[in-house]
């Protein structure tokens, strides 16, 4: 990603098939993905080779396949992962979030809805760690 995005579908689902990474220095952009009454997937993690400003989900459903999701706030971005706005995330996958991935002490938030659900695809075989 070469600058701050927001992907949006009204009526669908948003999949993301291959890893999203920041494309200039690290924690310089967001990105932002809209499913307003669908699913949204990330098949390869997000910042993982350079690291997000942030990431925010809205989504009835997230997916995250096995993949780090990293995120710094080197470059003036907030470093949050927002999933507060997601009703259940289903890991098909081992996956980790790190908010403050490039050592810099300035770590984001993770969130997620205080309502919502966690979920794996097979019992006792994914894990979510959380690094902020």
Do not use: C, R, W
């Amino acid at each position: 990603m070469d600058t701050s995005s927001t992907i949006t579908s009204t009526t669908g689902d948003v999949t993301f098939s291959a890893p999203v990474d920041e494309g200039g220095a690290a924690g310089t952009h967001t990105l932002t993905a809209v499913a307003d009454s669908g699913t949204v997937t990330f098949s390869g993690g997000a910042g993982s080779t350079t690291q997000l400003g942030g990431l925010t989900v809205t989504a009835d459903t997230l997916v995250l396949a096995a993949g780090n999701f990293y995120t710094d706030s080197a470059g003036g971005g907030t470093a949050n992962v927002d999933f507060s706005n997601v009703d259940t995330v289903t890991l098909t996958g081992d996956v980790t979030i790190d908010t403050e991935n490039g050592d810099d002490s300035a770590a984001g938030d993770v969130l997620f809805k205080p309502t919502g659900t966690i979920n794996g695809t097979t019992a006792s075989t994914e894990y979510l760690a959380l690094g902020i």
